[in-house]
């Protein structure tokens, strides 16, 4: 099978005290397409981005009375990292590489100076200041109060770092991307297309902590748009995984990112939904939330998160396909024939068992993941023969219980 390079990319995860169960719903999602994409033959990379400037973590800090110094703040964004990364190994969540926004201050530079430079300019535009507090909020006029302070806000001269961003150039763009769903494609464009034809993106800010190129802050928010893009390499696909809010972080990366770092592939893998059809807004839950998770079965959690149909416009619901014993039974069939292809295979107890444990297998999918990438495992199975397809599916099957149910080890390298 041809190897072929991937990239897997989300959009950096803000520092906290806890990740929450969203962190964990959209990383299980990452983990669950990376490892698919493994089992089929691809060579992937995920790396996790780790936000770690901007105004939050001041503000988790200051709500903890700690002094905000510059060790304190590097102690304290330490600690949230390692907390991170120990809930990520307790749910089986792997990736390749952890990158610090703060860490990538010569990166950052080598990348604009060698990408970018032409796209940047410097001098002077029209943006938000507070009259208060006298910070910045970039060219948008429509911010009228201080995001810090409250004061009132104007719009003022000031020489800054900016981009001239061009509405037929995005569209350009995103005319090459494959979106996934549909929806969120034409979300993208409607979006670009209520923006100006020709506007200013500053990308500066006044602020503590944060990343400086020729002499000026940059905004946090540029920061993380360029971020997935420092990790080079050649990939034949950049997929791009997103919740609900595809609009800003691809608009924005469309508007920074040279060409070759383009996403080819954008993926909104949507929002998990409550069983009235709400959306979960899991900043309004209690914040123990992920500790309450502990109690129930990592596996179960999983097959929870992974209920989601991930490149389709499809929303697979628990109850929908509890009660659609038909499809399931179109699949059960199509596996049937598969492993009662081969009749030395149909005659020994051990194909028994192994057919009994793959419909337990299918299951068990069913209550998890999508019945397309189901199809796509059909149709590696499909072409197997023989003997082989024996130790091949009995391979495929601890690999496929591994991977969904949160055993995973072994197939990475
Ligand atoms: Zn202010």
């Known amino acids: 099978m041809e190897l072929t390079n991937e990239l897997v990319v989300m959009a950096p995860i803000q520092v906290k005290g806890s990740l929450s169960p969203g962190n964990i719903y959209d990383l299980t999602l990452i983990d669950f397409y990376a490892k698919t994409r493994q089992m089929q033959g691809f060579k992937v990379?995920?790396?996790?981005?780790?936000?770690?400037?901007?105004?939050?973590?001041?503000?988790?800090?200051?709500?903890?009375?700690?002094?905000?110094?510059?060790?304190?703040?590097?102690?304290?964004v330490n600690k949230c990292i390692r907390d991170g990364l120990e809930i990520l190994k307790k749910h089986y969540i792997n990736f390749d590489e952890q990158i610090k926004d703060d860490e990538i201050s010569p990166m950052i530079s080598k990348f604009i100076e060698t990408y970018s430079?032409?796209?940047?300019?410097?001098?002077?535009?029209?943006?938000?200041?507070?009259?208060?507090?006298?910070?910045d909020f970039g060219t948008d006029a429509e911010i009228i109060l201080c995001k810090i302070c409250g004061?009132?806000?104007?719009?003022?001269?000031?020489?800054?770092?900016?981009q001239k961003v061009s509405r037929d150039d995005v569209s350009n763009k995103i005319g090459r991307i494959n979106i996934y769903?549909?929806?969120?494609?034409?979300e993208l464009i409607t979006f670009n297309e209520s923006m100006p034809e020709e506007?200013?993106?500053?990308?500066?800010?006044?602020?503590?902590?944060?990343?400086?190129?020729?002499?000026?802050?940059?905004?946090?928010?540029?920061?993380?748009?360029?971020?997935?893009?420092?990790?080079?390499?050649?990939?034949?696909?950049?997929?791009?995984?997103?919740?609900?809010i595809i609009k800003k972080f691809s608009?924005?990366?469309?508007?920074?990112?040279?060409?070759?770092?383009?996403?080819?592939?954008?993926?909104?893998?949507?929002?998990?939904?409550?069983?009235?059809?709400?959306?979960?807004?899991?900043?309004?839950?209690?914040?123990?939330?992920l500790n309450q998770f502990n109690n129930l079965p990592k596996n179960d959690l999983r097959a929870f998160l992974l209920k989601r149909n991930v490149s389709k416009d499809v929303l697979i619901d628990f109850e929908t396909i509890h009660g659609n014993l038909r499809e399931q039974d179109i699949l059960r069939n199509r596996m049937d024939g598969i492993l009662g292809y081969s009749d030395c295979l149909e005659s020994s107890l051990p194909f028994?068992?192994?057919?009994?444990?793959?419909?337990?297998?299918v299951d068990r999918y069913f209550y998890g993941v999508a019945y397309d990438k189901m199809l796509k495992i059909v149709d590696l199975l499909e072409n197997k023969t023989g003997e082989s397809i024996h130790n091949e599916e009995r391979k495929f099957l601890d690999q496929l219980r591994y991977l969904y149910f949160g055993e995973y080890h072994g197939i990475k390298n």
């Open 45 to 76: 990379s995920v790396p996790i981005f780790w936000n770690v400037n901007g105004l939050p973590v001041l503000n988790m800090m200051q709500k903890q009375g700690l002094p905000l110094s510059r060790e304190t703040r590097n102690e304290f």
């Open 117 to 135: 430079k032409s796209i940047i300019l410097r001098g002077p535009i029209s943006i938000a200041i507070c009259e208060k507090c006298g910070s």
């Open 151 to 162: 004061g009132s806000v104007s719009m003022q001269v000031r020489d800054v770092l900016f």
């Open 181 to 186: 769903p549909t929806g969120a494609k034409k």
């Open 199 to 244: 506007y200013n993106i500053c990308l500066t800010k006044r602020r503590e902590y944060t990343i400086s190129y020729a002499g000026f802050d940059l905004d946090p928010r540029f920061i993380v748009m360029l971020t997935p893009a420092l990790v080079d390499g050649m990939y034949s696909r950049r997929v791009y995984f997103h919740g609900d």
């Open 251 to 289: 608009y924005y990366s469309l508007c920074h990112l040279p060409d070759r770092f383009l996403p080819t592939d954008i993926v909104c893998h949507g929002v998990l939904l409550d069983k009235y059809g709400r959306k979960i807004r899991w900043q309004d839950i209690d914040e123990d939330l």
């Open 352 to 361: 028994l068992v192994l057919r009994k444990e793959f419909f337990e297998a």
